[in-house]
């Protein structure tokens, strides 16, 4: 299981649900089915972490309180353990994962130079969901496609020798994409 380093956060950091309290309250009850599966112990705290993810996508404010009443301990604790595995996200998936490559060889051809621009161009962190939930930005160690480096995933499609202009262009033809599909259901 891979651990991060141990966030210097606290769960006022995590963010919440939209506004919307009709999603806050289905964040809650799909936490419940999960927590109905287990028994209060502790010990059960990643394993009741890993399927809420398997449900929600992610783990949101919300469940970790959920979590926390039900296993009695304390919020913090919950947010801890979010926080130190990598397994785990506190950001909503976007519809369309981008994943810059930043293995040797996409490092060495410029890796750090593509992930800035998507960061730039999606105006959001590595980790973070844009707004609209489009899309998320993450890094991954090789893909096994080196002699394409520098490499981003995009969906399931590895996008070969990405520049900060290739980064445009694969944005430009989504929007293309959203705006046919716009037009369509008119
Ligand atoms: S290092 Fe990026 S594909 Fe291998």
Redesign the pocket.
Known sequence: MNAKKLSQGTLDDVPRADSMTEEQEDIRQETRKVLRRFSRQRGNLVPILQKVQGRLGYIPREAMVEVAEFLRIPEMDVYSVVTFYNQFRLNPPGKHPVRV???????MKG?YIVLDAWKRRLSINQGETTPDREFDLDT????????????TVVDDK?EAKTSPTRVDGILLSYQIEKDKEGEETQ
Do not use: D, S, W
Request: hydrophobic fraction near 50%.
């Open positions: 490559c930043l293995g040797t060889a996409c490092h890796g991954v160690a090789c893909v096994g496609c080196c002699a394409m480096a520098p490499v590895v």
